[in-house]
């Protein structure tokens, strides 16, 4: 029997940090649905509900510590002390390095690096605390080198290390974390860089399934069961690892 717990999402509004907040809340635990805004993480706090779940929507940019430490406020006043964290917010600002912007190295950096920390750094005192914790941190396939993104992977790789320290630190208190490298994962994010590069939604679906051994692009629910896992009580000896969730190998 898994133990309730209170599990925070960021970037929950939409795709994978949806599907990763209705799965935690049918594992049973209490989910805060945290996004730019508390009215665009209703839905998803609608949907948990409507399934007989537990949820609050928070809205907060996660690159601004403020913002976070009022998150964190209303998420203890309203669910409790969170002890499982999902760092899932993110953006893609795609741009060949000649043409980068400081902006746009500048932003992607802020939302995944800068928000993993301000939030890890505000939940591991409750994972202690609790003797407990699960800290689970999206990356990418890209964190391996993709062209146009020199901004995104540098900060998708900087989570794996970043990862990997917070599992030195943390684990004699009983909190472990873990990486999730998505490949292509179908979403309002690859839809619009379907856009950017000016094909269909179908189109690029349909190559990219054609280029990965299982035959298919991924789906949300496929990286949600994967947090599942890492989030559970019986994960508690996995720590510090990146699993690549993309149908097929990745080194
Ligand atoms: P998505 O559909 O764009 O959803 C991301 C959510 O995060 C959006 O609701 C977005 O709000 C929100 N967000 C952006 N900046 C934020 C901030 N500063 N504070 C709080 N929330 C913020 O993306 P996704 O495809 O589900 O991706 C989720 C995670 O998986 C990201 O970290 C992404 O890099 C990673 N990933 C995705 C894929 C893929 O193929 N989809 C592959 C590898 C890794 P707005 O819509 O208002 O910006």
């Known amino acids: 029997m898994t133990e309730s717990r209170v599990a925070i999402v960021t970037g929950a509004a939409q795709g994978i940090g949806a599907a990763v907040a209705q799965r935690l809340a049918a594992d049973?635990?209490?989910?805060?649905?945290?996004?730019?805004?508390?009215?665009?993480?209703?839905?998803?706090?609608?949907?948990?509900?409507?399934?007989?779940?537990?949820?609050?929507?928070?809205?907060?940019?996660?690159?601004d510590a403020d913002a976070v430490d009022a998150a964190f406020a209303q998420i203890l006043d309203g669910l409790g002390a969170p002890t499982i964290v999902v760092n899932n917010a993110g953006i893609i600002r795609d741009n060949l390095l000649f043409k980068m912007t400081v902006d746009e190295w500048d932003l992607v950096m802020a939302v995944h690096l800068r928000g993993a920390f301000l939030m890890t750094k505000a939940?591991?005192?409750?994972?202690?605390?609790?003797?407990?914790?699960?800290?689970?941190?999206?990356?990418?396939t890209s964190a391996l080198g993709n062209r146009g993104?020199?901004?995104?992977?540098?900060?998708?790789a900087g989570i794996q290390g970043f990862t990997k320290t917070l599992a030195l630190e943390l684990g004699k208190f009983g909190v472990t974390a873990n990486v999730i490298g998505p490949g292509f994962i179908q979403t309002p994010m690859t839809a619009a860089t379907a856009e950017r590069i000016g094909v269909t939604f179908d189109e690029?679906?349909?190559?990219?399934?054609k280029d990965t051994p299982v035959g298919r692009v991924g789906q949300p629910d496929d990286i949600a069961h994967a947090v599942s896992f890492f989030a559970s009580e019986g994960a508690g000896y996995v720590t510090?690892?990146?699993?690549?969730?993309a149908g097929g190998p990745k080194a």
């Open 28 to 63: 049973g635990h209490k989910v805060a649905v945290v996004d730019l805004s508390a009215d665009a993480a209703q839905a998803t706090v609608d949907a948990i509900e409507a399934a007989g779940g537990t949820a609050l929507a928070v809205g907060a940019d996660v690159s």
């Open 123 to 140: 939940a591991q005192k409750h994972m202690i605390e609790a003797g407990f914790g699960r800290i689970i941190n999206l990356s990418s």
């Open 149 to 156: 993104q020199a901004n995104y992977s540098a900060a998708k």
């Open 204 to 209: 690029f679906i349909e190559a990219v399934a």
């Open 240 to 245: 510090g690892q990146v699993l690549y969730v």
